[in-house]
């Protein structure tokens, strides 16, 4: 009988930032972030207008009213509806006819990069947890998670009536077969109404509005998370949790006593041992279990992974020894890209081996491992020279990108945590400090994360609540790298002080 899977999701919200991390079997498997304020959020829509169209490329640029122009595609070939069983109507493969001035109605479907502003496309969706719905898009399409041809027949039987217009579809979700016909055709019209509320208000919007914003993080996970499977959705934030609660209370698919409450006097990733684990999550080399290695590499044109033995020697011969290190590290590559979400093409170079099922052993592996990602991957056979492509559809932003920046010193060859990954490990330290019964807290830390600090007030809610009672002194330094600083504590009644020491209120 095969193990139940440990699925835990831990959200929590803090420094402006809302965090997600999912644990399964004590391995961390994904892990996303983003500010309260979602500029430019995955799944938001806005009026556009265009600015640029690039007609050798099929592009355009659209004004969104955000920092950078949007980018869309006018034959839409990036918005893949392939990782669904369904056909897409021959009237939506048409490329767009568009010109300077025109004003259209985008969604976000890849956030901004670097110098690169948004993707958008005209394709607009909502997404339900059962259903998603395509109001300007003939499509009916069913997921392929979903494998009794029965049930798929019913729930696109079912899909199918619930549309009103030639040109509107809808995806069925995996989670559909948990539902009722009767909680499908609610949510269907739940998302339809969401839509014409959208119409509405974009008649007498200017450019750059926004029409609609996709849920915040923690409950775009409980929406896409299955009740049944997970053993617990764990809440280091008061008020998010109260939120959530309600959420769950509302919609009835997951019991309301696997929602928990951290109610730690530590950090609750600290606590549970996540922190250091996303902070691996940064690093290129990764320890498989068994002694040896992988080095992740990323280039302007693809990620590179590189298979290494390490301290691992076998216990027969050099190709047993090999084919046990490739194995290990394909399973561990497939959970890198999904936590690290890394997309585009990824190319690995496993240790050469010579016997040709112990080649298509590790591809299988590699593939099979690849089935369990939310995101469309594509595996080719594995080349003489032991040399595995394969891509990932790219859902929104790779954890580097909101974990590390380019490191000023080395010409951006290199990269350094950012500020708010400083900060909320800062933030940690303390409440490490409070925890060990400190009464008070001396931060020590360079003069620009402190101004940051301040300028954002970035602890205004630990300052109101669980350190209302406690003393943070912060002294700031120039002469401090941004990414060092120093956390003690102090229990005397007037503790000795830098000069420079300012109380946080």
């Not at 007498?204 to 053993?231: F, H, I, K, Q, W």
Request: aromatic share 8%.
């Amino acid at each position: 009988m095969k193990k139940e899977m440990k699925k835990e999701w831990f959200l929590d919200q803090y420094c402006g930032h809302l965090f997600a991390a999912l644990l399964e079997d004590g391995k961390l498997t994904e892990f996303s972030s983003e500010k309260e304020s979602r500029i430019a959020g995955v799944g938001n829509i806005y009026k556009g207008k265009v600015t640029n169209v690039l007609s050798g490329m099929n592009a355009a640029f659209i004004n969104c009213g955000l920092e950078k122009n949007c980018y869309l595609s006018m034959e839409e070939s990036y918005t893949d509806y392939t990782k669904y069983d369904g056909t897409l109507g021959e009237s939506q493969t048409k490329p767009l006819d568009l010109k300077v001035g025109d004003e259209i109605i985008v969604q976000v479907m890849n956030p901004p990069r670097g110098n690169k502003g948004a993707k958008v496309t005209t394709h607009i969706s909502f997404v339900g947890k059962m259903l998603i719905y395509l109001p300007t898009t003939d499509f009916l399409g069913i997921s392929r998670k979903i494998t009794d041809e029965g049930v798929r027949s019913e729930l696109l039987k079912t899909a199918d009536n619930m549309r009103e217009k030639t040109d509107e579809g809808f995806i069925v979700r995996t989670q559909a077969p948990l539902a009722t016909q009767e909680m499908l055709e609610r949510e269907a019209k739940y998302l339809k109404n969401l839509y014409l509320e959208m119409e509405e208000l974009a008649k007498n919007s200017s450019v750059g509005a926004l029409l609609y914003e996709d849920e915040d993080l923690p409950v775009r996970v409980m929406r896409d998370s299955y009740g049944d499977e997970l053993t617990a959705i764990h809440v280091g934030n008061p008020e998010l949790y109260k939120r959530l609660l309600h959420l769950i209370k509302l919609r009835q698919d997951i019991p309301e006593g696997k929602l928990q409450l951290h109610k730690g006097r530590r950090a609750m990733f600290q606590e549970h041992g996540i922190t250091p684990l996303i902070r691996e999550a940064t690093q290129p080399t990764v320890p498989l279990e068994n002694g040896g290695y992988i080095v992740i590499e990323h280039t302007e044109a693809m990620t590179v992974v590189d298979v290494n033995t390490g301290s691992y020697v076998g216990e027969s011969n050099l190709e047993e020894t090999v084919f046990a290190v490739n194995l290990a590290a394909a399973k561990e590559i497939a959970r890198q890209v999904r936590l690290r979400n890394i997309g585009g093409i990824i190319a690995v170079d496993f240790i050469d081996m010579v016997d040709e099922e112990h080649k298509i052993a590790v591809t299988e592996t590699l593939r099979d491992a690849l089935a369990l990602d939310k995101a469309k991957c594509n595996v080719l056979p594995m080349s003489e020279f032991c040399i595995t492509q394969f891509t990932r559809k790219r859902l929104g932003r790779d954890v580097l990108s909101y974990l590390v920046k380019p490191c000023k010193h080395c010409g951006g060859m290199g990269y350094i945590n950012d500020d708010i990954s400083i900060i909320t490990q800062l933030r940690t330290d303390v409440l490490d400090k409070f925890a060990e019964n400190y009464n008070t807290v001396i931060v020590e830390l360079n003069e620009s994360i402190f101004r940051r600090l301040l300028q954002e007030n970035l602890f205004a809610e630990e300052l109101k609540t669980i350190w209302k009672d406690k003393r943070v002194y912060c002294v700031p330094h120039k002469t401090y790298e941004e990414t060092y600083y120093v956390v003690r504590g102090d229990n005397a009644e007037n503790p000795s002080l830098p000069e420079k020491a300012q109380l946080l209120r």
